[in-house]
């Protein structure tokens, strides 16, 4: 029995009576589809043009999907700057999300960074972990030549300096690179229903199927939060309303250790009481932007969120009115337990202990959004640099 099989019994297994005789249910439904009903995986396709003798098909091995997923995750080739289409030059661009000269290059041992990002599924030795900063860390190919330059010019050609427009452009890069993540897992999902489940029994096809719409709806709800949030801020740019965001500046008193670019919708607030996915699924999921500068050679973290944002505008509220100690306790577990796109100092990685290894990679490793947390264990407490200043522009 495979991992995928090993994961579907014990998800049975903890079915209650009423599940498993729905289960059962669907199966009898499922085996009098005809050769030219509508298949029963709802594909809008004919049973026989879909699913009818799937069972018979080659499964599909785990280093495949890896591979099949990683690929498409990759080739999407498109410029997020839509609002500004007019001035695309058509050429993609390999763009970092992560500045490569002054955020990467300040952080590399033998030009390279350390990732969980492409390693989701796990890893053995610190080679797997590596990531050369020229031609793969922080990588995607989300903006065309013109607007890669023009955004960020700011503050890629010169130190970063704490003004609206810098702020504005570190998060449109984190917002982006998470539109265009979503994007592209809306075809991962598509191609997982049409193959995860070849060579499967029906009975795993039928569970196999649903599992991937509930993901797919996931998926989905997260692709419409997020492209409602970059038509919001790319209003701002448009029309310079810059005073409709807000963002916190968070200076520390080294280099770099951890840099982050990405989206937290946080489910919970500080204290574990739950503040957004209360069972409306029509509500917009809110959040809050978080990416990585250097100033005068340190690091610092620029969170930003949109003032119409109130859900968000409480927790940070919350956050910051704590003293720095736990704000860097915070900021570095959310890195982790939030961001796939997550680079770290190799040196820094080897130096910690294993015990503290095992913590940050397991929480990097799961999804977090789901319960609450606390910030003061191995993970929080893996860092040096402390808080010298935080600015609110």
């Known amino acids: 029995m495979d991992e995928l099989s090993q994961s579907m019994s014990k998800q049975y297994s903890v079915f209650d009576q009423e599940s498993k005789n729905q289960?059962?249910?669907?199966l009898f439904h499922i085996a009098k589809t005809k050769r030219q009903d509508n298949c029963w995986c709802g594909s809008n396709k004919r049973f026989i043009d879909c699913h009818a003798g799937r069972e018979s098909e080659r499964i599909i091995s785990e280093s495949q999907m890896r591979s099949e997923i990683s690929k498409i995750m990759d080739d999407p080739k498109f410029c997020c700057a839509t609002f500004d289409s007019n001035n695309c030059n058509g050429i993609i661009k390999g763009a970092h999300t992560i500045q490569r000269g002054r955020v990467l290059a300040s952080m590399t041992n033998d030009n390279h960074v350390g990732t969980f990002y492409r390693n989701r599924f796990g890893f053995d030795k610190i080679i797997s972990i590596q990531n050369g900063i020229k031609h793969q860390a922080s990588i995607f190919y989300g903006?065309?030549?013109?607007?890669?330059?023009?955004?960020?010019?700011?503050?890629?050609v010169s130190e970063f300096t704490v003004t609206v427009e810098n702020c504005w452009a570190s998060s449109y890069r984190a917002i982006c690179h998470e539109y265009y993540q979503k994007s592209a897992a809306k075809d991962a999902v598509l191609w997982m229903k049409e193959n995860l489940d070849k060579g499967r029994q029906l009975y795993e096809q039928l569970m196999i199927q649903e599992?991937?719409?509930?993901?797919?709806?996931?998926?989905?709800?997260?692709?419409?939060?997020?492209?409602?949030?970059?038509?919001?801020?790319?209003?701002?740019?448009?029309?310079?309303?810059?005073?409709?965001?807000?963002?916190?500046v968070i200076q520390l008193d080294k280099p770099l250790d951890i840099a982050v670019c990405g989206t937290v919708a946080p489910f919970h607030?500080?204290?574990?009481?739950k503040i957004q996915n209360l069972g409306d699924p029509h509500k917009l999921f809110e959040h809050f932007f978080i990416s990585t500068v250097t100033m005068s050679g340190n690091a610092a973290y620029v969170i930003s969120y949109l003032d119409s944002h109130h859900i968000i505008i409480a927790y940070l509220k919350a956050l910051f009115s704590r003293d720095y100690q736990?704000?860097?306790?915070?900021?570095?577990?959310s890195i982790f337990a939030h961001s796939e796109n997550t680079y770290f100092r190799l040196d820094w990685w080897t130096g910690i202990d294993k015990q503290r290894q095992q913590a940050i990679y397991d929480l990097a490793m799961v999804e977090n959004y789901t319960q609450p947390f606390a910030y003061d264990d191995l993970v929080s407490g893996s860092t040096t640099g402390k808080i010298v200043s935080i600015t609110k522009i």
């Open 23 to 26: 289960f059962v249910a669907d």
């Open 269 to 273: 607030d500080l204290l574990g009481k």
């Open 143 to 156: 903006f065309c030549d013109f607007h890669d330059v023009d955004l960020f010019k700011g503050f890629e």
């Open 326 to 333: 736990f704000i860097i306790q915070w900021l570095t577990k």
């Open 211 to 248: 599992n991937l719409a509930l993901l797919e709806i996931d998926i989905h709800k997260g692709f419409d939060d997020i492209h409602r949030i970059k038509i919001e801020f790319e209003k701002i740019r448009t029309h310079f309303q810059y005073k409709r965001f807000t963002s916190y």
